[in-house]
């Protein structure tokens, strides 16, 4: 059974009308209340959130290029937009604790382990700052980072701050709201994005590749191949899979009262309809910012076959053992300095 993998599940279903939901997979009224949640599922597919502008947008950066300070507004935007998973999950935990409900802590803390890399020591968010720093000392020559230092970033958009409240909303609710669908519906939208978010951006990496060494593009890479690795389902397909038991669910707790299904799926629909007004918002604002930058600074496209110099980069050793000059080095080069040393060096790595 999925269930270690359900961020929510017990949280927004009653436990007792999910179980039976788990159980009975044979029934007519178990694919009956798929079927409506399919519907569901197709139509948050289709809302603009989905398929918005900022996506083209940033499949154009790595031909069109873009300045630091663009590369920063992504950057801290996407930061604080991410930061709330792990604490919503702890904080659902907690509630959890002390309303006494302690079958149901083990689901949410194997789920905050998940995310705090307790299983591999390696915490989704510390894999995130790691994934921009790399990205943004090597191309763009700016200064590292942390999620809590992006919280304070000039180049924060207005609508980040709306969409972490609907983000919280998801978990952090009184027991006594358990079964809400409006929120259900909330936490189905965000978990069916977010694969073609990560894929988006993780594509926009993947163009710079040449930028980067081996060891260096590999570690960079570790926060995206956590959650969409190639050529196997990852995290993120996952808990989108587990979503849609949720909210499968919860009609099928209400598959034998019409008006009672009717009023499930509505509010379903409505809430994962507002979660995903929040994300087009949000997006459509992180454009605009990074438009009204596009003129401070020099633009660099995987056309620019410059990283910044090697001497400007934090490293384990001393850059006067590479002999590496000051200036601007092409990216073979680099490939070529680092390799040579690191193999001097009996392969030690960035």
């Given at each position: 059974m999925r269930i270690n993998n359900i961020l929510t599940s017990f949280l927004l279903v009653s436990g007792k009308a999910l179980s039976v939901f788990l159980v009975d997979s044979a029934s007519s009224l178990r694919k009956e209340a798929e079927d409506y949640a399919a519907k569901i599922g197709d139509e948050?597919?289709?809302?603009?959130?989905?398929?918005?502008?900022?996506?083209?947008?940033?499949?154009?950066?790595?031909?069109?290029?873009?300045?630091?300070?663009?590369?920063?507004?992504?950057?801290?935007?996407?930061l604080v937009r991410t930061e709330g998973t792990f604490f919503s999950v702890m904080q659902k935990a907690i509630h959890i604790a002390k309303k006494g409900n302690y079958d149901l802590l083990p689901?949410?803390?194997?789920?905050?382990?998940?995310?705090?890399?307790?299983?591999?020591?390696k915490p989704h968010m510390a894999l995130l700052e790691k994934a921009f720093n790399i990205f943004g000392r090597r191309v763009f020559g700016v200064s590292d980072s942390s999620i809590v230092e992006a919280k304070k970033s000039e180049f924060l958009v207005d609508e980040v701050n709306e969409f972490r409240k609907?983000?919280?909303?998801?978990?952090?609710?009184?027991?006594?709201?358990?079964?809400?669908?409006?929120?259900?519906?909330?936490?189905?939208?965000?978990?069916?994005?977010?694969?073609?978010?990560?894929?988006?951006?993780?594509?926009?990496?993947?163009?710079?590749?040449?930028?980067?060494?081996?060891?260096?593009?590999k570690e960079m890479m570790q926060y995206f191949d956590a959650h969409i690795p190639e050529g196997k389902s990852g995290v993120e397909e996952r808990h989108g899979s587990d979503a849609f038991l949720v909210v499968a669910a919860a009609i099928y707790s209400a598959i034998n009262d019409p008006l009672e299904k009717d009023r499930v799926i509505g509010e379903l629909s409505k809430g994962g309809k507002e979660m995903l007004d929040a994300q087009e918002n949000l997006w459509k604002a992180i454009k605009e910012r990074m438009e009204d930058l596009s003129n401070l600074g020099k633009k660099i496209s995987i056309k620019d076959q410059e990283c910044v110099s090697y001497r400007d980069v934090k490293v384990k050793y001393s850059s006067d053992d590479l002999d590496v000059p000051s200036k601007k080095v092409s990216a073979k080069d680099f490939e070529n300095i680092v390799g040579s040393s690191t193999k001097n060096r009996g392969g030690s790595e960035i």
């Open positions: 948050f597919d289709r809302h603009p959130a989905n398929h918005a502008p900022f996506f083209d947008y940033l499949n154009q950066i790595p031909q069109e290029g873009i300045n630091s300070k663009q590369f920063l507004a992504l950057r801290d935007n996407y689901l949410v803390m194997r789920n905050a382990a998940e995310e705090g890399g307790a299983s591999d020591d609907k983000q919280d909303e998801i978990y952090k609710l009184s027991n006594e709201q358990v079964g809400n669908e409006e929120i259900t519906g909330r936490y189905f939208a965000h978990e069916k994005a977010a694969v073609k978010m990560l894929g988006v951006f993780k594509q926009l990496f993947v163009a710079y590749k040449h930028y980067f060494n081996d060891s260096e593009y």
